[in-house]
């Protein structure tokens, strides 16, 4: 496990009776320390974030690959139950929790209607947003984001991992 995903287990997960089982790294993602497991039962895919210099927010990969054939947006039939994007920057560490079922709402995950994304930004609180488009999607976003700090509400961070 990387530093920012030890980090939350340790906040987090271990202060919730949020227990990681079936872990996994991803080679092929590993710059974004890529992985799966499950918590609780539950599917999750994680990807830690990175600072990009240009824009606002920060940007993380949302892909997949069939055997050696080109990389392809997630899409609704695969076994996931939650996307996590683990985020910092300075002293600051946050995550969010998407649910598989927002993700396709937001045209994120394909559909048998519309093409999926293999990556995007994501706008911790932190971000100020500097377009009406970021804005709009951190709007959002902000629904599924906590941050670690001394005033977590450990109620609302079970409730991310439970809604569907």
């Known amino acids: 496990m990387d530093n920012k995903l030890t980090l939350i ?3 987090i997960y271990d202060k919730c009776a949020l227990e990681i089982s079936d872990f996994r790294i991803e080679m092929e993602s590993k710059e974004y320390d890529a992985c799966r497991f499950k918590l609780n039962g539950r599917r ?29 947006p997630f899409c609704e039939t695969d076994q996931f139950d939650f ?7 300075e002293n600051k560490v946050g995550q969010f929790v998407f649910p598989k079922s927002v993700m396709i709402k937001k045209g994120i995950i394909s ?11 994501v706008y911790p609180s932190w971000d100020a ?7 709009k999607t951190q709007k959002w976003q902000l629904d599924y984001f906590f ?3 001394d005033e977590m509400d450990f109620n609302k961070i079970v409730e991310l991992y439970t809604k569907q």
């Open 9 to 11: 287990k340790t906040e």
């Open 83 to 89: 996307y996590v994007v683990n985020v910092r920057a």
């Open 129 to 135: 947003t500097t377009s009406k488009q970021a804005e």
């Open 111 to 121: 559909t048998a209607i519309i093409e999926g994304k293999r990556a995007f930004r």
């Open 44 to 72: 999750i895919i994680s990807r830690n974030s990175k600072i990009t210099s240009k824009k606002a927010g920060q940007f993380v990969t949302f892909w997949k690959r069939q055997g050696t054939g080109p990389i392809e």
């Open 147 to 149: 941050e670690i700090n």
